[in-house]
């Protein structure tokens, strides 16, 4: 389904199953010419060696993206135990082979404990976090040592389902350990195995990385590059908007009101964050929040 906002193309969310060696940028670049129009952006990025879903807006729901990049994200990863990397991934250059072939499950599973819940997280240091303005994957790429600050995450869940030996390129006995982990937004799952690695004395890195969901939006909605050259599939902002926030029908009345600027009073759902509110046709007007008893605007649709 498509839908025609104020610019030339369609208006809504695009589920993308990002493909290997892309990157975020790649993607949305590639969505501007499918599309046909410059307004389009992403709610949080993949790594390039990254696969799965990446949830892209188009123009009026570029709107939606800030509040979007900021839910709960599902993984698939394979860890490998017994080896460190530049960039606590595959794609980087080994620096350490220490072995894990003496490594038993139960240790695995004690270390994995300790990585969920509420915990602190110093990201990869080949990351996108800028420091003093610069990213600082290019600090690192020109050699400089980077120290990054911890910062509070939430693992909700970190669930191993399989532990495999295998043999790394240089000979060294590894154990891939293939995981599912429920996030916050802002988690890096290169850093969970690094500091797995590190926990067990092993080293640790990613070596395989799918994201399958991203807030209510999973692998089931999403679709190819090819296939979106081919059909361009497109789901309406009010769809969108319905599945992601909480919902508040308002009248014609408040309606009218909402979109002049006026401050409604709030609808006491007693929850955290945007709430989504509808027009008595069932079209998306607005995402607010509840402020001293007063819904403030985020965003206005209408």
Not at 221 to 230: C, D, K, R, S, V
Request: glycine share 12%; hydrophobic share 40%.
């Amino acid at each position: 389904m498509t839908r025609k906002g104020r610019g030339t193309g369609p208006d809504g969310l695009i589920i993308v199953d990002k493909p290997s060696g892309f990157t975020s940028h790649d993607v949305v670049a590639k969505m501007r010419g499918i599309a046909r129009t410059r307004r389009v952006g992403h709610a949080g990025t993949l790594d390039p060696m990254a696969t799965g879903v990446l949830v892209l807006g188009v123009e009026r729901a570029t709107r939606l993206l800030g509040h979007l990049a900021l839910t709960e994200k599902e993984y698939v990863a394979t860890i490998r135990l017994g080896q460190t990397t530049v960039t606590d991934d595959a794609e980087g250059e080994v620096t350490e082979s220490a072995g894990a072939s003496g490594v038993a499950r139960e240790a695995i599973d004690a270390g994995v404990r300790k990585l969920t819940g509420d915990i602190r997280q110093v990201p990869a240091k080949v990351s996108a976090i800028k420091i003093d303005g610069k990213r600082s994957y290019k600090r690192v790429r020109e050699g400089e040592d980077v120290e990054l600050a911890a910062r509070p995450v939430t693992v909700s869940s970190f669930d191993v389902h399989e532990v495999r030996q295998a043999v790394a390129d240089d000979g060294t006995p590894v154990l891939d350990v293939a995981v599912t982990v429920v996030c916050s937004s802002g988690t890096y799952i290169r850093a969970l195995a690094r500091d797995l690695g590190a926990d067990l004395g092993t080293g640790g890195h990613l070596t395989a990385l799918r994201r399958t969901r991203v807030g209510p939006y999973g692998l089931d909605a999403a679709h190819t590059l090819e296939q979106l050259q081919e059909s361009l599939t497109v789901m309406p902002i009010a769809e969108a908007a319905a599945a992601a926030f909480p919902r508040w029908d308002v009248d014609e009345r408040q309606a009218k009101l909402l979109s002049h600027g006026v401050r409604l009073d709030a609808p006491g759902l007693d929850v955290a964050g945007p709430i989504g509110v509808f027009g008595p046709d069932g079209g998306f007007l607005a995402l607010v929040e509840e402020s001293q008893g007063k819904a403030k605007s985020l965003a206005v649709f209408a």
